[in-house]
Nanobody
Framework: QVQLVESGGGLVQAGGSLRLSCVASGRTFSSYAMGWFRQAPGKEREFVAVISWSGGYTTYADSVKGRFTISRDNAKNTVYLQMNSLKPEDTAVYYC????????????????WGQGTQVTVSS
């Protein structure tokens, strides 16, 4: 069982930055691929970024590539999402998710989810 708690969301002006954190409970964090997803009002949840269990592989949605960076610190059971050059269309609730083994882009492949953190970008 893994519990995930996100933090770091908030209100920021367009062009600004935020760093989201997701702390995981459990002793097997390093064996989980970690993903970030987001859901805007009236829209489906969408993939943002994923990092492999070792941190050696990352991939991003085209909409955030070059602006967002995912990283992890297995010693701290934490995954991060650094978000730069934020745009109003980045406004959403951001969720971190964990799945054992290989990384994946599809949300349904993730077993554990956090409660989400709100990110609001004003124009």
């Amino acid at each position: 069982q893994v519990q995930l708690v996100e933090s770091g969301g908030g209100l920021v002006q367009a062009g600004g930055s935020l760093r989201l954190s997701c702390v995981a409970s459990g002793r097997t964090f390093s064996s989980y691929a970690m993903g970030w997803f987001r859901q805007a009002p009236g829209k489906e949840r969408e993939f943002v970024a994923v990092i492999s269990w070792s941190g050696g592989y990352t991939t991003y949605a085209d909409s955030v590539k070059g602006r967002f960076t995912i990283s992890r610190d297995n010693a701290k059971n934490t995954v991060y999402l650094q978000m730069n050059s934020l745009k109003p269309e980045d406004t959403a609730v951001y969720y971190c998710a964990a799945r054992a083994g290989l990384w994946a882009l599809e949300s349904y492949k993730y077993t554990y989810w956090g409660q989400g953190t709100q990110v609001t970008v004003s124009s």
